[in-house]
């Protein structure tokens, strides 16, 4: 199986960013931001938004390249857009805290609305 991350497996245009921000589930981590949105096509998709505020570029592409790992090594079940909005602190986290962060929300992420959580939200 190819390593590569195909073009197909990302977002591209600002709508469809736009598209998961609005009507997709957010979930807040130490490290990164997510957002979660099923979709009707085969695959996942994700999307990076790295802003300055994270760094120069140097900083905001390796952010991005760590969490194109993530998701090419831990790919969603099912067929979701994810967009992923990095915190500082994902620049100098061990790669373990990242995994575990990025599965823990997620499979929150991927639950039915109204599943589990406090007072069944």
Known sequence: MSQKFPRSGRLHRRSEFQHVYDRGRRLHGRFMTLFVLPNDLAASRLGVSATRKLGRAVA??????????LFRTGRPAGPVDLVIVPR??????????????????????????????????
């Open 88 to 121: 500082r602190e994902l620049l100098d986290a061990p790669w373990r805290d990242l995994q575990e962060e990025y599965q823990v929300l997620l499979k929150k992420g991927l639950r039915p609305a109204g599943a589990g959580g406090r007072h069944g939200r």
């Open 60 to 69: 905001r592409s390796r952010a991005k390249r760590r969490l194109r790992e």
